[in-house]
């Protein structure tokens, strides 16, 4: 099965910027889409964004929109979330996700493979 490694989280300041990685390995050829989600204490998951492997379309949750961008190194089997402008509220654990089958979807059960997390902590 796929594994997924995230690393890069940390605290930083309002305003600040982060990226997040996630490598994937094994068979990595099964992968379609590659997604990142977030959970809050005492919240639910929510998506962040996803990327198409092969075509590097992507989609984004509205409140990141033009301050988050992921990208992918395909030959690298990595995919990264740049994350600018951070505010408080974007203070959670992120997870890196796969999925086998095609189309960037936003519910978290309909991905196959998770990786174990990172926290991200913005501060005010």
């Known amino acids: 099965q796929v594994q997924l490694v995230e690393s890069g989280g940390g605290l930083v300041q309002a305003g600040g910027s982060l990226r997040l990685s996630c490598a994937a390995s094994?068979?990595?050829?099964?992968?379609?889409?590659m997604g990142w989600f977030r959970q809050a204490p005492g919240k639910e998951g929510e998506f962040v964004a996803g990327?198409?492997?092969?075509?590097?379309?992507?989609n984004y949750r509205n409140s990141v929109k033009g301050r988050f961008t992921i990208s992918r190194d395909y030959g690298q089997n990595t995919v990264y979330l740049q994350m600018n402008s951070l505010k408080s509220e974007d203070t959670a654990v992120y997870y890196c996700?796969?999925?086998?089958?095609?189309?960037?979807?936003?519910?978290?059960?309909?991905?196959?493979?998770w990786g174990r997390g990172t926290q991200v902590t913005v501060s005010s």
């Open positions: 996700s796969s999925r086998r089958s095609i189309g960037i979807v936003t519910g978290p059960s309909q991905y196959d493979y």
């Open positions: 094994g068979p990595t050829f099964n992968i379609r889409v």
């Open positions: 990327i198409t492997w092969s075509t590097g379309s992507t």
